[in-house]
């Protein structure tokens, strides 16, 4: 099929490369010039496996083309919005400007029977709107909603391959249109779930919010486990242990973050205030508030660690990213614990495998290497906060010879406690004795 994305960042960028990849004609839309000039030459504007080789070989072949000029978007059959919905400064609701804005535009080049599907994460209740708005400016198209569900560091996959289809429409064209976009997955077995525009809307949120309390509710036993003594890794495994619970999304450590999941519940708990349901989501804002505490217990933690200050200590700090396999530092925990330390005086250096040039761009006042090795040296506190492979790996008995002290705090609880005192560390973990 002929389809456009408007909209290149990560979800849009992805998204597109992977619609070509299945054969479909693609032409991807975004006003950031410097954005479409390195995606038409092959290259991401972010780190994200296995997106290079897709995007090479999709514009190589012809299938895949991208502009800054809305009007190219013209003629195609199919239109996915795939822009952003930051969060409001000041406030927890979605900015809906960039939706809003794209969706104006593409109004006047929309073909006979063309039919525009949303992909943006938006509060329940805007696929309504933008129908009615539709109907009003270009009855001749129609509108379907078509929620994401992108793990970063594992997006081309679940492009490619997702876990299920969610359908928000009101008729059985834009069904059937889609159902021919996604047609391999289908084939291939992918569950597809026909709904409403708000059922749509809100399955998106509803995960982000259920995920995010599963992660709180973990972070938050780790607390009573430090209080107690007990292990809350072993407590994780054991009721992880349950079908009706499962283990996914039960490590504890130092939280949630990214451009995803906080911003999300957020914005839910903002429109459930707006629709006068503020009290059915309000649990939300304790798993917020758990989340954003568990950074401040790792600095508390490395404090302690220190004998009570961390001013003029080196500390290490290992990673900056909110997750591995990824160069994503929006709302990361890991950088936010480096700027709280460097806050308080302590002499930070950084290290990731992917996310230094971003995180340099928020925040220039911390020093950085690429090197594990070289923020490790002469190291007085090791805080391990982003989970990279090659973190988990570390030999403590061979870096045990680079640091000044032999302290780590193992913010995300990876690695191995046994192994680590026995190489002389003084180790300590988020809820493990």
Not at 1 to 7: A, D, H, L, N, W
Not at 223 to 248: F, K, P, Q, S, Y
Not at 386 to 406: F, H, I, K, N, Q
Request: with cysteine; glycine share 10%; net charge negative.
């Amino acid at each position: 099929m002929r389809i456009s994305v408007i909209g290149c960042g990560y979800l849009g960028a992805v998204h597109a490369s992977a619609m070509a990849e299945l054969g479909h004609e693609v032409i991807g839309i975004d006003v950031d010039e410097r954005k479409i000039a390195a995606l038409a030459a092959g290259r991401p504007p972010f780190y994200e496996p296995g997106l290079p080789e897709i995007l090479t070989s999709a514009t190589a072949s012809g299938r895949l083309r991208f502009s800054t000029d809305i009007a190219d978007a013209a003629g195609a059959e199919v239109h996915f919005l795939a822009v952003g919905t930051p969060q409001v400064a000041g406030s927890g609701a979605a900015d809906l400007g960039y939706v809003d804005a794209a969706f104006e535009s593409l109004l006047p080049y929309l073909a006979d029977g063309a039919l525009i599907v949303g992909k943006s994460t938006v509060p329940v209740g805007t696929a309504g709107r933008l129908a009615e708005r539709l109907a009003a400016g270009a009855p001749h198209a129609s509108l379907a909603w078509n929620p994401e569900f992108l793990r970063e560091g594992f997006a081309v996959k679940d492009t490619l391959e997702p876990d299920r289809l969610v359908y928000g429409v009101v008729d059985d064209h834009a069904a059937s249109v889609l159902d021919q976009i996604y047609r391999a997955a289908i084939e291939a077995g992918t569950p597809r779930i026909v709904t409403d525009y708000a059922t749509a809307e809100l399955v998106k949120v509803a995960a982000n919010s259920f995920l995010a309390t599963k992660i709180s509710f973990i972070n938050a036993m780790s607390e009573i486990a430090d209080a107690t003594g007990a292990d809350v890794t072993a407590l994780a495994d054991a009721i992880g242990h349950d079908a009706r619970i499962g283990r996914r999304f039960l490590n504890a450590g130092v939280g949630f973050g990214g451009g995803c999941l906080p911003k999300d519940i957020r914005a839910f708990t903002a429109r459930a205030e707006e629709l006068g349901r503020g009290d059915a989501l309000g649990f939300l804002k304790e798993v917020d508030a758990i989340n954003l505490r568990q950074r401040q217990r790792v600095v508390d933690l490395a404090i302690e660690v220190l004998g009570g200050s961390v001013f003029q200590r080196k500390v290490a700090v290992l990673g900056v990213t909110f997750k591995p396999e990824s160069d994503d530092v929006r709302d990361s925990p890991a950088l936010d614990v480096a700027v709280q330390l460097k806050g308080l005086g302590a002499e930070v250096v950084a290290t990731d495998p992917e996310g230094l040039d971003n995180a340099r761009l928020r925040h220039p006042q911390l020093d950085y290497t690429s090197s594990t090795h070289e923020a490790l040296r002469d190291a007085e506190l090791v805080v391990l906060v982003t989970e990279w492979r090659e973190y988990r790996a570390l030999d403590p008995s061979r870096v045990g010879g680079l640091v000044a002290g032999r302290r780590i705090i193992d913010g995300r609880n990876v690695l191995d406690p046994v192994a680590w005192r026995s190489a002389g560390w003084q180790y300590r973990g988020l809820g493990r004795p």
